[in-house]
């Protein structure tokens, strides 16, 4: 039977286990990721894996904070931001003026420029701008991101066929429906057709002369106190790590 004393004992320990659990329990970090764009996001099995994800699985951790990634598409990227199903997006971003004005972007974690994966068997074909954007060829991108946007402001002849995602797209190019009576291109970045060649060498990077201006790589965090207190934290934490 308990004393009044050895209540108030028990209460008083109760209430310091609580505090304490409390203030050892991790914040959540909760990110958002399109998982399609290796190699700086994809999934292995369940997790999430990617030289992005690395990043922000060290910065969290430096912060002393777990995360939870949230999947999301690169139409849907910059509403679920905006919404706040999550506070930072990661992964193959590019930094623009649009998402500039609707978030706050960090400090570039990457350098990235456009260029053209093709079927190498078709190395010979397209040994220019001119001879992919024709009206026998047809270009495919994912919607929602700077792929979609480069080939709408470069693409003047070729049809534009735009899907619902960058596997779907790479599907596309790889596929058998990729043929030399119906090719199809696709432009992204570098660091993408690199990867992807070594995992499939039937993929190539289109060999012309033009060349396109090199973009940021950035992860964009919500446009409120807390995204801002976590984006000069980031750029603080990756500046220190001599980038």
Known sequence: MLTKFSYRLVILLSSAFVSTTAANANEILLVGTTADYPPLT????SDYAGRDIKIIQDFAKSQNMDIKFIATSWPMLS???SNKKF????????????RSASFYVSDAVSETHKVAMI???????FNSFAAIDNEGVTVVENRGGTNQDFAL??????PILLLSSNF???ETIS???NTTEHPYVMFTDNVE???????NPSLCQANIPEKFPSSDKVFLFAQTPAGLKLRDAFNSWWKNQGH
């Open 42 to 45: 994809y999934k292995v099995g």
């Open 79 to 81: 509403n679920d931001l």
């Open 87 to 98: 506070v930072v997006a990661v992964g193959g971003i590019s930094a623009n003026p649009e």
């Open 119 to 125: 079927k190498c068997s078709d190395t010979k074909r």
């Open 153 to 158: 402001k470069n693409i003047k002849h070729a």
């Open 168 to 170: 779907a797209a790479l």
């Open 175 to 177: 596929g058998t429906q």
């Open 193 to 199: 057709v690199d990867y992807r060649h070594q995992i």
